[in-house]
């Protein structure tokens, strides 16, 4: 069965103190992994697309990496703006995105 | 501006009523999405369509309805046979497929839905 599996499911953070979350996944065939961050009340925005073992990918804070298993998503010196669900997605198939539960990360200054 | 406008963003309904949320897309996408969000649990797909006049149920379709006559919306309505309705609902668009890859999806900001 296709699943996504995120860790922790929340985390806490001083402004400027780096970490990583973890997205492991078991699929029968990645053909894309995603990466959203969500505020409260608001629909997930999009932040990366990784599609093979090794690829990487930055915006800012945030770098994405991607290998046969898992995806990180790392996060540099951190500022409380960054506090959010962050949540992983595949899409094995065609037509359908499975997501993982989340990260709640918040980030104090 | 290109994106996905979900209406209203907040609803209430009476058991027993049939409610309608609206999603309109103005990216061009061919596949819309609709997911349901509880506190603790990930998003959950409820409907898909990936072509106009055509769309198939997801994990949780059991007391909803949708429709797809128009490329740009695709209403979700949550009908009086949904035992537990009130939750968050979000509406997503994508293109199918983009040189051989799968791509991602955009998603609207959300409807908060409570029955009382």
């Known amino acids: 069965e296709d699943q996504v599996t995120q860790s922790p499911e929340a985390l806490r953070l001083q402004e400027g103190e780096s970490s990583s979350l973890n997205c492991s996944y078991t699929v029968s065939g990645l053909r894309g992994l995603f990466w959203y961050r969500q505020d409260p009340g608001k629909g997930p925005e999009f932040l990366f697309t990784?599609?093979?073992a090794g690829e990487e990918k930055e915006k800012e804070r945030l770098k994405a990496t991607l290998t046969k298993k898992e995806s990180f998503l790392h996060i540099t010196a951190p500022k409380p703006e960054d506090s959010a669900t962050y949540l992983c997605a595949v899409r094995p198939g065609t037509y359908k995105y499975i997501f993982g539960t989340g990260t709640r990360l918040k980030v104090l200054a | 501006d290109g994106g996905i406008t979900q209406s209203p963003k907040y609803l209430f309904r009476k058991e027993g009523q049939n409610v309608t949320l609206s999603c309109e897309q103005n990216l061009n996408h061919d596949a819309m999405y609709w997911y349901r969000q509880d506190p603790g649990q990930g998003l959950r797909l409820i409907y898909y369509?990936?072509?106009?006049?055509?769309?198939q149920k997801g994990d949780i379709a059991e007391g909803y309805s949708v429709s797809r006559e128009k490329k740009e919306s695709f209403p979700l309505t949550v009908t009086s046979a949904q035992k537990n309705p009130t939750a968050f609902y979000l509406c997503?668009?994508?293109?199918?497929?983009?040189?051989?890859?799968?791509?991602?999806?955009?998603f609207g900001q959300g409807t908060r839905l409570t029955v009382v």
């Open positions: 990784l599609y093979s």
């Open positions: 997503a668009s994508s293109i199918t497929r983009w040189e051989g890859r799968n791509t991602e999806a955009f």
């Open positions: 369509s990936q072509i106009v006049n055509d769309f």
